[in-house]
């Protein structure tokens, strides 16, 4: 392979693998430590040390001293579930593109990481760590491991040609250990006749092994450490997140050259916010320990179901993966653990709801039982078998789920709850980011007893605690006590078309006679009873046409009319008729006995309902036609505020939260820039959007700026280089966030393309815990900050027979488009019902879409002080682009309306309101301007 500049290989790796900050920061320090000691058999060790400590000896963010081994090793301490392994499949590709080696020795801890690692380096593997680098695109590297190495595979090659690409080899420590029982040498050291010498010293004399070390904090022990010291990498890399060593004293690493600590993970967004529950209004001194412990796991399960239902309906909603939750109850001891899980088993528990879907995991299990578990254990993300996990000491290192969110500690301290060992299982992300969700984004501690000392330690603003946040359960608080329920919202057609088979299964059961069904004497939902006789169905088998028709038939026809009016014209119902028909027949496998004339009209009749019912909301396509160009004008800087001080050559900082004190150096090293703007210009550079050699005039403008500001404060250059040299980055990113301010973007055209005439409206989900919960529109809760727990019924107009509200003016709003005469039709439209995205990629749902006899508008309430938001104004200047191309794109249709929108204060939400008031006065229409930009197609 040919080598590339390392600077290159930094770029593309960190792009191509989409590495997050921290991993690109530890990719970017190796890369520099790399060119620092220019690692090989020959490196002189003590002068790689001295170099590697003059630069990370003293960084706020590491705490190098020294290598701890017989060659350089340096460790990246990265807190848990922000990608380790990513990480290390980051470094192999690095050194392999640069040329610096094609050996690696990946080792794990424990059988458990050993076989994640396999799984994961594999092309198959949904989290393959090389997905993206071209380098491996079409040579993938060899993987050489404890069931093959004898094979000969690392010595040949990387095939039967002995071609020589990368060789991974990842072995468990104890493959390798030198100390093993009986007195025998480990099968790796022992002679192998294929090379002469036993694969270990072949491994040891290779001048370019790099190893890696998962979990480095497991290789400090004596053994382990000369096992390794044995096998005379060039270099070492050590992933951790806890650098320590383990045993009754552990000593903190001294080869640390960045450190990414789990509070700063949580502030970036990286993993789950740790939460605190307890009982709403509840002493837990006035229980006895028994009685306690009961209430704690009875509350755990109880907020557990909460999870379960908040998961699925995300997954629904957003089209997602279903993420099965489970409970992880920490107990004393191993006969503490058997007695909660026979407590759970029973049934005192739930009624023994919760029987054989527990795993007990410790120590003293027996093989059998232990071997199953264990099994069910590392299958508990796919699994969904198992709700609780009882442990003791037994989760080690390798063990973290996305699909923890509830942990219930029992006779624990809170020094015990707080520890990364603890909240660590459960801190990865099931989707891999944040969604905006509290309950998706969040692992709860169930702690009543130690609430209150959990929250003082949050006060203190130190370790994981500081951005602790509080759930509590029963009544009256964040989680009811009572059994969460689903509730799936139908679009109204769809209800219409269930209960109208309902009335007419009910009459067939009663003896009624075979034609059409009688009306009963009233519908569930109100303005239904006459609807719901009206799709035409005399028997089971045509209901079953009309479901076909409205799911699966339309949505796919909705890309062949440009008009849902379509519907009417009597090709288009022969085509769907004979689609529906043919579709039946396939589903069910058997031929359907509905004639074509009575499906006709069958078809006829769910294609009015859909029409008078629905909201037509197309589906567009928008794609530049020329190349997207922008850049930056020149203007001044707002400098008023720069006040940065000249660094000394030695600064001392105090970290507020841990006291923690550390020496950042003031001198940069290497020859100094010829110019004193180079200091700013080089740290712009690094923004993606910042091209030197098109904005290279403007970059020295600001720069110079900058300058001459603090040359009117310091005389002297030197003091003058200092404040540069030492602020430089911090001056940049100021800088970077007035310059997008001073953005501007060339006039591109737009082709727009119409993909549906109407979008198919989808169920919507609510959750229905609690007692109450169902309510009348018109009648407001009696706390209005309690109104997001409500299920609103009792809509004529609407597009659903249920709705949430966010808040009191959105109900106010929908009683005023009930009463309006002139609103046709109105809905609170769920998650990707539209395709509207602001300026930032953010997807945009809004409050209503209405219809009126005259047109269609997207309704958006906001609170009086919110009208100048940034973000607000933002999202609603591309609603009113939408609506303004959604309009275009339709013009030409016959007896289309066009859509508008409105973004009204919560204070014009009044009685006297009407829907054309409101127009008049709040409408905000996209800029006419734009027609010439848009293609319409």
Known sequence: MKEIDPKRAVTQIIQRLSLRKPQAEALRRLDDIVDLIAPSKETDVAVARDAVRAAYGQLPDAAFEDFERDFPSICFALATGVGKTRLMGAFISYLYMIGKSRNFFVLAPNLTIYEKLLADFQPTSAKYVFRGIEAFAHDAPLIVNAENYEEGRGVRGTDFFGREGAIINIFNISKINSEVRGGNAPRIKRLQEYIGESYFAYLSGLDDLV??????????????????????????????ATPMSVGARPQAFKNVVYRYDLPDAMEDGYVKEPAVGTRANFDPKSVDEAALERIKLEDGINYHEHVKVALESHARQHGVRVVRPFVLVVTKDTAHARQVRDFIESDQFFEGRYRGRVIEIHSKLSGEETDENAQRLLNIEKGGDTDIVIHVNKLKEGWDVSNLFTIVPLRASASEILTEQTLGRGLRLPYGKRTGVAVVDQLTVIAHERFNDLIERAKEDNGVTRRLKTVTIGEGGDVPASKPVLVTAPCVVDQMLQEAEAQAAAAAAAGGPPGPYDPPPQASTPGLAEAASSFGCQRPEEFALARTVLNVVLPNVSKQVSSMRDLQ?????????????????????????????????????????????????PTLTITPKDQVSFGFRAFQLDLKSWNYQPLSRELLIQVLRTEQRAIISGEAGGELPERLEDYIVAKLMDFAEVDYDAHAAILYDLAG????????????????????????????????????????????????????????????????????????????????NQIKRFIFTGFTKGCYKMAKFDSDTERKMAVLLERDPDVRLWMKPGPNQFKIFDSDGVPYQPDFVVETDKEKLIIETKRSSELTDAGVLRKAETAALWAFIATQAQAALPGEKSWSYLLVPDTAVLENATVGGLISAHVRLADTDLRARYDLH
């Open 705 to 784: 700026q900058v300058v001459a500001h603090f040359r009117r404060k310091y005389a002297e250059e030197e003091k003058l280089r200092t404040v540069l040299q030492g602020h430089a980055r911090a001056m940049s990113e100021a800088i970077f966030v007035q310059m997008k301010q001073n953005m501007w973007r060339g006039q591109t055209r737009y082709r727009v393309t119409l993909n549906t005439a109407f979008d198919q409206l989808r169920p919507q989900t609510f959750d229905g815990s609690g007692t109450g919960v169902m309510r009348d529109f018109r009648n407001p809760p009696e706390q209005l």
């Open 211 to 240: 190893l890696l070390m998962d979990e480095a904090h497991r290789y400090r022990g004596s053994a382990g450490a000369r096992a390794i010291a044995e096998l005379k990498p060039i270099l070492g890399l050590e992933v951790t």
């Open 569 to 617: 014209d009597p090709k288009v119902i022969q085509l769907i008729t004979e689609t529906a028909l043919a579709t039946q027949k396939v589903d069910e496998g058997q031929f359907v006995f509905v004639t074509p004339e009575r499906a006709a009209t069958v078809v006829e009749a769910v294609c009015k309902q859909l029409i008078e019912r629905t909201i037509a909301i």
